[in-house]
């Protein structure tokens, strides 16, 4: 007999990808040929560059132990040239820059950080599945805000103010979490929105956490920080992230940014957590984040192209789906003739051995999407197309 678990691991299901990629590689150990259109895992390289500051670093003597808790004072500057840069933004390296081990791990050490008991934490719904699993992981209460897709899914404001209101003094809703270019709709990030966003944070008293990994994939305009807005640094705090937009998924390189009140809180939490990053990780991290604004170009090309093959896909299996999308996918609905996603998925992946992702697993909302991603070769799309 096992010792009994915590409540907390009893009531959080495993991730939905860890579960079904296991049937994907049990398949493929079977022989099969699957073409993985379901995760979003950049299979380009990162810059060659970053490839070379990663082996020159391993190479000093000085790379092997452990590192600062809050990151090289190199990485924290590459962050805040690239914000510079990238958005307008301006940080100070020192305080209001903290490297993390990949974003989704931030989505704890904030939830840690702000979260009591009971206490209010509004998700998207649609959304990224981690922020529901953590906030709950944290005890706080989870409450789901609705995107209206009339209105390119973005937060019925209204709504949410009344959500807001509801909650007991005793327990108020400390944080929103938000994220545009939105995963999985691809919904794009607006002033507008962000405007709106910051105003709503003043005026009702909470966090806004925005979770910003996709805003140089396939943007149509100039990517935005919501901490370019005025007032933003006040009230809201950024996760960002090398993974999509370097092609560095594996290294578990991300950080958060914001005023130095939030960042020195997180730290705290996290700094009793773990020990900082191997050192040549970050060191080419400051390197990869000087990548030119072609090589960024060049990878949205290939993207490009890919997108086309996967509307091709997306046309035979009957679903539609809006052009304006940006991001690493694309969200697309089911014809009336496909009785439930999950029915879709699994005929795809058992009869075709192609592998997409329902859009349930992002909110009961996305019960008749299907997302499926661009970090496949266009050859392997076509050849997907053609299962079909
Ligand atoms: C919206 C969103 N946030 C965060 C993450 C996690 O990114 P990271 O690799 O930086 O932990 C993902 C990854 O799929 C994502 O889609």
């Not at 992702?357 to 496949?376: E, N, T, W």
Request: glycine share 6%.
């Amino acid at each position: 007999m096992i010792i009994p678990l915590a409540l907390r691991a009893d009531q959080t299901q495993e991730y939905y990808f860890s579960v079904k990629l296991v049937e994907v590689r049990r398949l493929q150990a079977a022989g099969h040929d699957v073409i993985n259109l379901g995760i979003g895992n950049p299979d380009l390289m990162p810059s060659a560059n970053t490839i070379d500051a990663l082996i020159n670093s391993a190479q000093q003597p000085n790379a092997h132990g452990y590192q600062p808790y809050k990151g090289t004072p190199g990485l924290r500057q590459g962050i805040a040239n690239f914000y510079q840069h990238t958005y307008g933004v301006t940080l100070n390296p020192e305080t209001e820059i903290l490297p993390l081990i990949g974003s989704k791990e931030g989505i704890t050490h904030i939830s840690m950080t702000f979260l009591n008991d009971g206490d209010g934490v509004l998700v998207p719904e649609l959304g990224y599945p981690a922020y529901r699993a953590v906030s709950r992981m944290v005890s706080a209460n989870v409450v789901d805000y609705p995107l209206l897709e009339h209105a390119g899914w973005q937060p019925d404001w209204e709504a949410m103010a009344e959500l807001v209101a509801a909650s007991p003094a005793s327990n108020p809703t400390k944080i929103i979490w938000l994220n545009y270019p939105h995963m999985p709709t691809g919904a794009p990030a607006t002033s507008a929105l962000f405007e709106r966003a910051v105003k709503f944070a003043h005026d009702n008293h909470v966090l806004l956490c925005h979770d910003n990994p996709y805003s140089l994939i396939l943007n149509k305009k100039a990517p935005i920080s919501l901490l370019s807005l005025d007032g933003a640094k006040d009230v809201a705090i950024e996760l960002n992230s090398l993974s999509k937009s370097h092609n560095m998924a594996g290294w578990r390189i991300g950080w958060m940014a914001g005023s130095k009140p939030y960042v020195d809180a997180v730290l705290t939490i996290k700094s009793n957590v773990d020990s900082g990053q191997f050192r040549p990780l970050m060191d080419a991290a400051a390197e990869a984040l000087t990548n030119s604004d072609d090589w960024h170009r060049e990878r949205n090309e290939v993207y490009k192209g890919r997108m086309d093959a996967l509307h091709a896909f997306l046309d035979a299996l009957g679903c539609t789906y809006s052009l304006d999308q940006e991001g690493l996918f694309i969200w697309a609905k089911l014809p009336d003739s496909v009785s439930s996603a999950e029915a879709l998925v699994d005929d795809l992946l058992y009869n075709k051995h192609v592998f997409i992702a329902p859009g349930f697993i992002f909110g009961p909302k996305g019960d008749r999407y299907v997302r499926v991603s661009l970090c496949v070769p266009e050859e392997r799309v076509l050849e997907a197309v053609k299962r079909i």
